[in-house]
């Protein structure tokens, strides 16, 4: 097989869609937005050994590919539509092809995406995804809007990617039930799309969890120029992990672990009810765990009010 029988074979199979004039096949896609609409485009690349390991099955390498991608038009509130999958693979291996083909597609069609290009080179292992969403005139969840005063939310748990990675690499390792948990957040994390969506008229600003709850709130922070008071015994995780861990582990976990791919946005605190119901809505437990300050640095306090220090803040590719 080679890389036209592979695209042929495995890719061009994009469902129909009116707003994609020209897909997979000639140099460039052609797609027209709908009038009025405003496109929201990201890109996100991941390497083996780095984001995942060569050896996970072709099925997880696919869900978090793309998932990771979805969270991007998540923390948006973007609508994701199209994307351009770019692949440097080691040889086309049509087994490893097929799970990781049925996975893409599935996923897409979940999130009603379609696949309209990308680029397929031999090389060690690593993939990028390029998606473009689009979002109503005049509206997306941003970082820069978090006002003093505002209600810090988290989606979802947080923490058991970082657990389940840590008990991968046996250096924490943990028990099987509470490792099966783990190890699926860090293999399956599911994109908030709907949630972000629901959030547009409610939040002031979002992003999503992927480097550490505390260095990507410093990114929320810096860009609207505020601090932050976070309350490190609210953050939403599993039970166990508190009584497995000792309890710097705990935090260093749950506020640096990264790979949650949850949403962290801030709100009006008149929004609560709202916040809420459109959580229930679309089935996304959400907590509160903190509140914009007008302070100098962020504050994180454990439920006695006293300060947790922690020795590194989330994930780094140049630390
Ligand atoms: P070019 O040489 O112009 O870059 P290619 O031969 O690389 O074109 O690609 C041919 C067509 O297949 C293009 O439409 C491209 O977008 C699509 N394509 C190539 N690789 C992928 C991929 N991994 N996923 C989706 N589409 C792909
Ligand atoms: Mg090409």
Request: proline share 3%; charged share 30%.
């Given at each position: 097989m080679n890389e036209f029988d592979f695209i042929r074979r495995?890719?061009?199979?994009?469902?129909?869609?009116?707003?994609?004039?020209l897909g997979i096949g000639d140099d460039a896609a052609l797609i027209r937005p709908n009038a009025g609409e405003t496109l929201c485009i990201s890109s996100d690349m991941l390497l083996a050994g780095r984001h995942?390991?060569?050896?996970?099955?072709a099925e997880d390498i696919a869900h978090k590919v793309l998932a990771v991608n979805l969270s991007d038009m998540a923390a948006m509130g973007g609508t994701p539509r199209w994307v351009l999958l770019s692949a440097a693979l080691p040889d086309l291996n049509p087994h490893w092809l097929e799970n990781f083909c049925a996975t893409f597609f599935a996923l897409c069609q979940e999130y009603g995406v379609t696949l309209v290009g990308g680029d397929t080179t031999r090389g060690p292992l690593v993939f990028n995804v390029t998606i473009i969403g689009t979002l109503p005139e005049r509206q997306a969840l941003t970082?820069?809007?978090?006002?003093?005063?505002d209600d810090i939310w988290v989606s979802g748990s947080i923490g058991l990617a970082a657990a389940g990675l840590q008990h991968h690499l046996n250096t924490r390792p943990l028990p099987p039930a509470v490792a099966e948990r783990c190890l699926n957040a860090l293999r399956r994390p599911q994109p908030r799309v709907a949630l972000g969506q629901a959030l547009l008229p409610l939040a002031n600003a979002a992003m999503d969890i992927s480097d550490g709850l505390a260095q990507d709130l410093g990114h929320i922070l810096r860009a609207s120029q505020t601090s932050a008071e976070l309350w490190a015994d609210e953050l939403p995780t599993l039970p166990e992990l508190r009584d497995i861990y000792p309890s710097d582990i705990y935090y260093e976990t749950l506020l640096?672990?990264?790979?949650?791919?949850e949403l962290l946005f801030t709100a009006a605190p008149r929004q609560r009810g709202h916040i809420l119901q459109a959580a229930q809505t679309v089935g996304v437990a959400v907590s509160r765990i903190g509140i914009i300050t007008a302070e100098r640095c962020l504050n994180i306090l454990n439920r006695d009010g006293n300060p947790i220090h922690l020795t590194k803040q989330g994930f780094d590719h140049f630390d």
């Open positions: 495995y890719l061009n199979r994009a469902a129909p869609d009116q707003n994609v004039l995942f390991f060569a050896d996970d099955r970082r820069a809007r978090a006002q003093i005063g640096a672990g990264g790979d949650d791919y």
